[in-house]
């Protein structure tokens, strides 16, 4: 019974009568004269090491980074307008060949010319490296020609009448080249030279504009002007296995363009004439084939240049159009004839059939074959109504739900019978079917209706439903049946139990449209206001805009076949990644207009993705959906300097100041520019990454110093994980913080501080060669004036030796005393050789007079003073008969002051002399005594006493006429007793241990202890003392000591 | 052979007609077809070289593709003339870029030299090809870019050259310049031109074909040439100065020139050479060859829409007092 119901569900076409044709149609966003492309010809496309890519045009060459081309001519130093083919090189150069011959080479933001010289006059049509880090290139008429990487050109080979259009390198040093006869095998020597070794005739005799490999594959195709697409295999020299491809297709006769192998090994084939293909190769047969051309969206076809970018964006350059790009090579849209037929409500599969509902009629697609569908319409019983649910039954019935007729069953005629339910109205609208086994489950505004053909159900909220508008109905891989409520959440049914799940958020119950089960069984929800939901664990967990959906907003879901859940929202679509929860979001960008619809979601058996729309059918191909998961390249565009372009491409050094700096950057994303964001920090300024979807950055008061600008760049869901773009920026220090400017200063300091010790040592040795000029002058001087000096010296030591033997003559005799006093001593010591003390005695009668005397100064004044003190004495004693000591004084002082006034202009001398004279009567031993400035020992009875003179000098600075008078000292002595006289010399002499003077006391302790000896002995013990007491001290004064014992 | 100003004035001045001028030959002409002879060929049936070419100009303002339709290119069929079983291969090549047209090979009447000059654009061979019998075989499309940018000429230049590679029968088409590659769609602005015209004359005796070399400033005189005219009828000249001047006309597998007076009057304008069949019809298919040079030797471009229009000659009326 189900076959022959298959079987006339198979005639359905024939009963339904008219089947409208349905266009399949791909979105392209066409890259034009909007976006900077001055010219709508391009005849060649490739991508550089960027990401962006190169159009060229017959008037320059474009640049496009994903939102704007950028043309460059040969104003720009371009060789020739008119580009012809494009070449990347692995060293990130982007090489042109131009329609007369001419290559630019583009490196580093700057054109250069190759040196072609007169070695290519015509188009060069291909380039491509040589492995050796130069080039070869076809030049049209002028045969393979070898560029070097500097650019300068050498003939290769060329044949007569032979045009060359394309190039690809073969193992062994082989060339194959596409010509205007077909192809040539060419040997490269090692030393580089090019020899033809045959022309392979037995592969095309057509021209060959295009040849690729497959990576990983020794199967090569060759893209010919008439014969469509060769493929081969070279098998050393020859070739084999020679097929042309799609033959049977009737792809045998494209005129090929271009050949561009995709990301999963497919061959993109652009064509004049045909537009493009895009097959899936099984060894040469063709897999799958999709066509792009004028009719189906590509709006043209002729299609000079195809490109597969590295984001998996399929590029078409559309002959006289520009250039375009396949929004999403996944996503292909099946558009209705006819505005009314547009709404796609509903969608359902079974196996390969898949089925859609319209306002008034089912559209089927058999074997997946969107091209020709069957329309079920009104003539088999389908109301002219919005289809807003489908299911199909195991036995191929199908079961239609509508607006506001309730819902409708195929019967064994194929024919829509009304399924009864309930007729009230909330009962006639059916939003969601559902089959189980021979139950059809009808989601209503009035509950859940399970029809079988035993009995029929209502399930309400009476039987545990969370509310009676059922949005979506949905049988899990365990056999149950879930209810998606309006208000309120899921309900759960399993035989006769319903389990309800109240889904709420701050007290607001959740609108449930949809339900899905993914391939690990989780269950999960799409919600009107509340993003997606699923079941983990009993939990219930979810994701909203916050986490990357489009909107909260969504009106369907299901899980492809590919892991992935996806949910509709208003003009576009979430895609959840099932393991990573990770979103990506579908928009225009992806061809979904923003207006767009999404009504219905559904995965067909080939895990592709079925979404209804007020458009139109759309098929998103998860399978297609390959792409790269490299990030952007980040690049540093534009720099802006205190409002200065400045290049961007090197180290740009700027004079001290303070500047304000912007930095432009782009991430070349050619598929999704607006999903590009981007990381920047400024090495020297920030500490830290900054993160921002704006391609610019701006910086104010930069000072001085070293600075980095690093910039990364993401896709929106990615990592910042690819190249880092660099631009060094030096703001100069001012001279004086620059480190040599400190170094010279440092050095300068150094030199100065070395000047200056060098000069003040110069300075120095000059001082020292004049000091030592002026100390040899001076000691010369000196040395001179010492023998002069000792010369005089000498003379006057002889004077002085001689004036002494005058002195000594002068003084009496210290033997002569001994006569007079036996005993008597004379301890006579001049400083000098002559002597300022004196002695003097003179006997008259039986008197003794003596006198010690000290006259002012020592040496030869004292001399001179002793003499005339002395020849005084004489005088006053001798000639006028004065015979008291203290009159004698008197005298003498009269005298002396006399005698210096006379003889000296100084009025005010204070030349004197101390004495001490006594008068010793022998006879009587009686002493009389005076003294001037001098003191007198006298031990009488053993006892020692001291006898202090008159407190005044002899001469000195007295007034005219003034007459000094001198005490008298007067001692009877006794046989035996000793009377000593003394000057200073011995008293004020220093020495004894602290170098201390001897004094009177000293003196006077001395001769108390040596009181007992003789008279010789005492003096000569006194001697002894005195050397002793003087030591290493020089002596002060004469010394003069006089003892007598009577 | 440069041309001068005038000339691009004309053409900017006749601007509105060229769309009319794509095709080649064009309507004014009321020529058949153009005829190229296999290589192997007798020049007595009318080709001298086996080989012509034919200029198109795109104005340097064209954005749409170009393409140029070839009318029965194949060398089988009811159109082209057999010697024998039909054995001839044609090329049909197009080349365009530096040198197309300024390289002087490319100027001159025989098929010598760097006579292909430029980027071969397209090319192909036909030969006795019924897929292709009056059938349009559109070359193209073609970046408008392509050609040789002449501002003399106005615009950017295409040079079309078919040759007879083997065979000895006549390949006989026509071209279409378009926009399209389906259909006759005339490229605004654009024209075409050649420097000898090799061409088939109609059997009808009544039919007059035209063709239009044009004058520019500098001429005071030129030579017209031609070649296997086989006696059949007359061959004149009109210009605004000229009411019909017959020229030397050549025999049978012969060139014949002579000299022609240009006046003033006839200065930048186009002269009108016509082909006047004999009356009695008795020469069948035809075909001759055409080339004007002026004092210095230089050949004068036959455009297939005569610059300035057909000429019209306005004879000098002396008005006398009635007495």
Redesign the interface.
Known sequence: MRAVLLRLLMLLPVLAGTAPVKAQTYKLKPVGSAEGLT???V?ALAQDATGRLWIG???GAGRFDGRRVTMFTTADSLAE??VSSIHPAKDGSVWFGH???GISIYNDGVFRKARTGDIT???INAIIDDGSGGFWAAA??NGIIHISADGTCRSGITMEGV?WFSLLPLNDGLLLAGA?DGLHLLQVSADGTLTFIGNLSNVSRS?VHALVTRPGSKRIWAGTG?EGIISFTMAGRSPTGITQIGEKAGLGGLQVRDLAIGAYGQLIVGT??HGAYEMDLEGDSIKSLLHYGLENGLGSD?VGAVLLDSENNLWFAR??LGLARLLDRAVVYYAAEGAAAEDVRAITFQGNNVWFGIHGAILHARNNDMRQLDTLGRPIGVPSEDITALAVHDDGRLCAGTATAGAFQQDATGHFRAIPIGRDRMSLQVHALAVHGDETWIGTSNGVYVVSPKQTRHLTTENGLLHNEVNALFKDAQGRMWVACNNGGVSMVSGDEVKSFTLTEQGNAFHVSGITQDSVGTIWFSTNGNGVRYLKDDMVMGLGAAQGLRSDYCYAIAADGHGSIWTCHRGGASRIDRATLRVRTYDRQFGIEPDRRMNAVATGTDGNVWFGSDKGLLRYATGRDIRSSLPPTAMITAVKVSGRDMPPTGPIVLPPDDYRIQFDFLGTSLGDPDGVHYRYKLEGHDLEWTETAQSSAYYMRIADGNYVMLVQAAMADGDFTGNTARLQLIVRAPIWKRPWFITVCIILWLFTVYIIIRLRERGQRRMRELLKRKLDERTHELQRKKMELEEKNKDITDSITYARRIQQAILPQAEELGTQLPGAFVFYRPRDIVSGDFYWFRRFGNKLILACADCTGHGVPGAFMSMIGSMLLREVSVEKKVNSPDVLLTNLDKELRTVLRYQGEDQHNHDGMDISLCEIDLSTKHLRASAAMHDLFILSKGKLRRERGSRQSIGGALGDGAIQAFSMIEAPLEAGDRVYLFSDGMPDQFGGPHSKKLKVSGLFTWIEETASLPMAEQSEQLRLRFNAWMGDQEQVDDVLLIGIEV | MKLTHPLLLALMVASPLLSAAQPVPAAVENIPYLVTFGANSRTSWGDDDFCQTFFFVVPKTT???VYIRVYDPDCYGAIDEAKGPFDTVTNFSIY????CISDPAARETEPVGNFRS???LA??DFGADAKYDKQWYAF??F????GEDMPEYGGRVFKMIAQGKSGDDGNLYRYFMSSK?DANEAIEGGNAFTFEYSFRLHDDPAEVSHIYPYVDERVISVKQTNFDWDGDGSIRVVSVAKKGDQVLASGDDQWASSMLPIVKQELNTSLDIRFIKRPDGAIKNNNVVFYVRNQYGALLPFFTVPIGGVPQYKPTIAISKLR
């Open positions: 010219n709508s010809f005849h045009t017959g008037e307008n008119f329609s007369e011959g006059s015509s188009s049209q008429n045009l205007s021209p008439d004049f004439g002729n002959f006289g | 954005t749409v593709p365009g870029g530096k040198g430029g980027n071969l090319t192909r193209g499309p970046d408008p870019s392509s590659p």
